[in-house]
Nanobody
Framework: QGQLVESGGGLVQPGGSLRLSCVAS????????IGWFRQAPGKEREGVSC????????YYVDSVKGRFTISRDNAKNTVYLQMNSLKPEDTAVYYC?????????????????WGQGTQVTVSS
């Protein structure tokens, strides 16, 4: 059975950067749009970003525009989320998932097949 595995989370000071990775095992990411989601304590899970299967379309929620960048390397079966200028309000568990919507248009992702998540904590 295939898996999505996130990594790269950790503790970082405000203004710092992290790069999250989402690696697929036992299946090929090439044909899938991938979304990044986050869930902070006491809050609903939200779609942060997504990238289409070709990489030609990307979406960002307003709160991360200009700070986060999503990319993919299909040769490595990996999708990345580069997070810069991190703020305490970015603290959450971050998940990647296949995107049922295909990341088409300017719509947030809808997760289908999920990874286990990685914790990001932004604190001084």
């Amino acid at each position: 059975q295939g898996q999505l595995v996130e990594s790269g989370g950790g503790l970082v000071q405000p203004g710092g950067s992290l790069r999250l990775s989402c690696v697929a095992s036992r299946f090929t990411l090439d044909y899938y749009a991938i979304g990044w989601f986050r869930q902070a304590p006491g809050k609903e899970r939200e779609g942060v970003s997504c990238i289409s299967s070709s990489g030609g379309n990307k979406y960002y929620v307003d709160s991360v525009k200009g700070r986060f960048t999503i990319s993919r390397d299909n040769a490595k079966n990996t999708v990345y989320l580069q997070m810069n200028s991190l703020k305490p309000e970015d603290t959450a568990v971050y998940y990647c998932a296949t995107d049922l919507r295909g990341c088409l248009g300017d719509y947030p992702p809808v997760g289908d097949y999920w990874g286990q998540g990685t914790q990001v904590t932004v604190s001084s």
